[in-house]
């Protein structure tokens, strides 16, 4: 029998655990391999919420990109940090509201490239596209033909950040590296940002953290504070930055929505 790690596309280092593949795990995926299932394991010990986590953060996705569409009047989405496809994708969940929608995809990990062509679908009135890019190399995203050939800049854009920022360390200057794309962008645009907190429940997160640290993965959860720098001089729409089950919960809302460690928050351009 061949081994999985055998039957590895292209380019995929299957001997340490990738963030696309531990969370395609956690989110009921199969394109994963037993050092990620093994990565994901041990960060269940920590929190043994995390599936659920992962679900809720995935959730959001589906509920902001309905917000940024219908509410918003957005019509082009750049979401970097896209992770493997896991329908309903947000190019699915906006187009279905807005066909014309246009949505470019940005993340470094080969298997999401591997798995692109889920991504990228033309339909007779809109488009999605995908690039293999760094969020540390900005200028690079915002100069790439395939970004400038599907997004028109003149236009508002929903910049989506979703579950990325706290695979970025300080030292790599994630606000520097933001910034650069939301300068890119003009007035009316939003950015959006998921990101694992300590805030809720601390000695889980470090229990987290110790967990990816000893797999050799970043994991940097932020306070509330320090994800609320990201969006600084661009206006938090209501509730501001909230726990990312209480985000504008369609139905009831959650009885704990401190539930999953995840800030969440949306914010407009001025
Ligand atoms: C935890 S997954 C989140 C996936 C998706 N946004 C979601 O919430 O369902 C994080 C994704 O960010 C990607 N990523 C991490 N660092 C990146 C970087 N510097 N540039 C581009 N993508 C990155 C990973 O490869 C992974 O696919």
């Known amino acids: 029998m061949v081994s999985e790690d055998a039957q590895a596309p292209v380019g995929v280092d299957t001997s340490i655990p990738h963030s696309a593949r531990v969370y395609d795990w956690w989110l009921g995926g199969k ?7 093994a990565m994901g394991a041990a960060m269940i010990q920590a929190i043994p919420g995390l599936r659920d986590m992962a679900a809720e953060n995935r959730r959001f996705v589906h509920r902001v990109a309905r917000y ?48 692109a062509r889920a991504l990228m679908v033309s339909t007779p009135q ?42 970025m360390r300080d030292e790599d ?26 805030d809720f429940n601390p000695a889980e997160m470090a229990a987290a ?5 000893h797999g050799h993965m970043t994991l940097v959860p932020r306070t ?17 930055l909230a726990p990312v089950m209480g985000w504008r919960p369609e139905g009831a809302p959650p009885a704990d929505d401190k539930a999953a460690y995840y800030w969440a928050g949306v914010a407009r351009k001025p």
């Open 126 to 167: 809109g488009r999605s596209e995908y690039i293999h890019a760094d969020l540390r190399e900005p200028a690079k995203i915002m100069a790439d033909p395939t970004l400038t050939g599907t997004l028109d800049l003149d236009q508002p854009v929903a910049l989506t950040l979703i579950a990325i920022l706290m695979l």
């Open 209 to 213: 953290v110790a967990a990816a640290t």
């Open 173 to 198: 200057d994630p606000i520097g590296k933001v910034r650069v794309l939301m300068d890119a962008l003009p007035s009316g645009s939003y950015l959006t940002i998921t990101h694992p907190t300590q």
């Open 31 to 37: 394109d994963n391999f037993a050092v990620d299932r």
């Open 68 to 115: 940024l569409v219908t509410e918003a009047g957005i019509r082009q989405f750049l979401d970097v940090g896209t992770g493997i496809p896991t329908p309903p994708n947000l190019h699915e969940v906006a187009q279905r509201l807005a066909p014309q929608t246009r949505v470019v995809y940005v993340d470094n990990d080969p298997i999401v490239l591997a798995h």
């Open 224 to 240: 509330h504070a320090e994800v609320e720098r990201f969006f600084d001089g661009w206006e938090l729409i209501e509730p501001g």
